[in-house]
């Protein structure tokens, strides 16, 4: 059953849903229960006064007992303040128990988000997944503050108003009820009205989330294409759609609650109709009457709001179902291994290694190769040929399907996840830079890296220089992604962040595919500084750089052509002499 169905579904609830939700509780449930006997003390404490009003009414005012009357207002006014507290204390507790609640699920949400595959980002928006961490999750808080307790409350406060209704005067509670039944429909006609356009909205929130990172974060493809007018077509339509869907909500209110002051208007009716011809008679007194009158207004409250709450309960049961489905998938990568990979040589072997993304679509194909400790290995060859695939699996980014990956003669799965990965320096061709100062994108706030430190790797990378020249030197912000910084510093800034770290091997993915001449030269002294004493592996876009690299791998459609030093592959004219002779044709040609 897909996830609008479920929430479209007869059931009140899911009990299992809330269930996962409870487990979260435990560390507060002294408060949990402590709100659970203020919200049960209220409803009690609800009917105090409407009885006190009606003895006031027949053993004070009627006989004019000044003195009575006197000590009975102090009664109530010390009511009035215990109710005021009890409220209080009900509220507060409520919404703090809810905010603690929504804070532990959404930091082990994040938690667990950061150990997924990457194959599952890949494949789900990145606006989803933050609708998910935020805007879903702050529905689960209603559970506890608009929902769970004040249910209770409410249908104890109405127990405990029909109960005493009847023990005052049966008949004249008949009368007053019999417009009940008709509240009751009305009211489940509203709840399914309200649970579908509540879905819809989280829908729609969900998809202009979405859209909205999406092209925030695309917004130079937008621009550069002209797009601004066809994409903004998109968002007023989206826009549009999650409009709709909240006025459709809001309609559904503006039908139920004047149907339901007009059943409470009913009541009243019927009660000054039946009463008055019973007073006419002396059957009934004038407390009880104000009694009932009292009671119409307190009774008609909490019907009138059951509706909406038991929605919001649901709506907060329907996003902790997202919320869980993400919690309970089972992308979570293994990262138990048993082998600490601190004190690497940095051997590796693949041995017939296949792998696919999707099914059995295998973007490698049987690659076999090793490098010993120490030594440089290039991978080249066309777009999609699988180099990049293969530092993935490293990595253990993404899982293999067949064969092995193995580091000192032990398989990769052998090793711990973080000791590994710790183990294994990474500098991409697209660099992500945090919004923080350039220290802290270093060393990604490792508190076991000094400054100090930073800044001899600066030194040893060439990049101080650059560095100290920007306002703050190392505390200078880069701004998100780093787009104050020019592609060849934030490179620079890459290679330093893996230098600090001291990986046995090293992997750097097309580091000099798009930068100017000048920031080639500082990256490929960077390149020889960092591959020192490490097993480097290096995709290759410009083939100049890795001439010197011990091996050069020739990659064509997921399989290994050819391998060998460049002198060795450029004599066999074949795949490697096409691909450089192409490439320095290319180059004469834009010179």
């Known amino acids: 059953m897909t996830e609008s169905k479920k929430a479209l579904s007869g059931k009140i609830f899911d009990l299992d849903q809330l269930r996962k939700v409870f487990r979260f509780v435990r560390p507060y ?114 559970i506890f503050s608009q929902g769970f307790i004040v249910i209770l409350g409410d249908i104890l406060t109405l127990v405990v108003f029909i109960a005493v209704m009847l023990w005052v005067n049966w008949q004249i509670a008949l009368v007053v009820m019999i417009s009940i039944p008709l509240l009751l429909v009305a009211t489940w006609i509203f709840k399914n009205a309200i649970r579908s356009t509540f879905q819809d909205v989280r829908t729609q929130v969900a998809r202009l989330n979405a859209f909205v990172q999406e092209h925030i974060t695309g917004m130079k493809i937008v621009q550069i294409f002209n797009r601004e007018e066809k994409e903004m077509e998109k968002f007023r339509s989206i826009n549009a759609a999650h409009r709709d869907a909240n006025i459709r909500s809001i309609f559904a209110y503006s039908i139920f609650f004047p149907v339901v002051e007009l059943l409470s208007a009913l009541s009243l009716a019927l009660l000054v109709w039946y009463a008055g011809r019973k007073m006419f008679s002396g059957k009934i007194d004038y407390g009880e009457v104000t009694f009932f009158v009292m009671l119409i207004y307190q009774m008609f409250r909490p019907i009138r709001m059951l509706a909406d709450r038991v929605n919001t309960l649901q709506m907060g049961i329907v996003a902790s179902e997202r919320v869980f489905r993400i919690i309970d998938s089972e992308e979570r990568m293994d990262t138990q291994g048993k082998e600490d990979a601190s004190f690497l040589l940095g051997e590796i072997e693949y041995k017939d290694l296949w792998f696919a993304y999707v099914n059995e679509e295998y973007v490698l194909k049987g690659i076999s190769f090793i490098a010993k400790p120490g030594e440089t290995i290039a991978l080249v060859g066309a777009t999609g040929s699988g180099k ?57 706030n490792n508190p076991d890296i000094s400054l100090s430190e930073v800044i001899e790797a600066s030194k040893a990378i060439g990049a101080h220089e650059f560095i100290e020249s920007l306002p703050g030197g190392y505390d200078y912000n880069v701004q998100e992604r780093g787009a104050v910084l020019s592609v060849g510093q934030r490179q620079l800034i890459a290679f330093i962040r893996a230098y600090v770290y001291q990986p046995r091997i090293l992997i750097l993915d097309e580091a000099t595919s798009s930068i100017d001449t000048e920031s080639e030269i500082l990256i490929r002294k960077a390149t020889e500084k960092l591959t020192e004493g490490r097993t480097s592996v290096i995709i290759a876009h410009r083939l100049a750089t890795i001439q010197k690299a011990d091996r050069i791998i020739v990659m064509d459609h997921g399989r290994i052509v050819e391998s060998g030093k460049h002198q060795e592959l450029l004599r066999l004219n074949g795949h490697y002499r096409r691909l450089f002779e192409l490439q320095f044709k290319e180059e004469d040609i834009v010179g």
């Open 388 to 444: 990049s695939s293969i530092v993935n699996l490293l990595n253990r980014f993404y899982e293999f399907q067949k064969g092995t990956i193995a580091i000192d003669g032990k398989d990769i799965r052998e090793y711990e996840l973080f000791s590994l990965r710790k183990s294994i320096g990474v500098v991409l061709q697209d660099v992500f830079l945090f919004s923080d100062t350039i220290a802290n994108n270093i060393t990604l």
């Open 29 to 142: 449930r002294k408060t949990f229960y402590t709100a659970i006997f203020s919200t049960i003390a209220l409803s009690l404490l609800s009917i105090v006064r409407p009885l006190l009003v009606m003895r006031i009414m027949n053993d004070y005012i009627i006989p004019r007992d000044a003195q009575g009357l006197g000590h009975m207002a102090v009664l109530i006014t010390l009511i009035l303040v215990a109710e005021a507290l009890l409220q209080f204390a009900n509220t507060y507790m409520a919404n703090w128990l809810g905010q603690n609640i929504i804070r532990d699920i959404r930091t082990y949400l994040f938690r667990h988000i950061t150990y997924f595959r990457l194959k599952y980002f890949d494949r789900t928006p990145i606006g989803t997944l933050v609708t998910r961490v935020v805007s879903d999750i702050e529905a689960i808080a209603d």
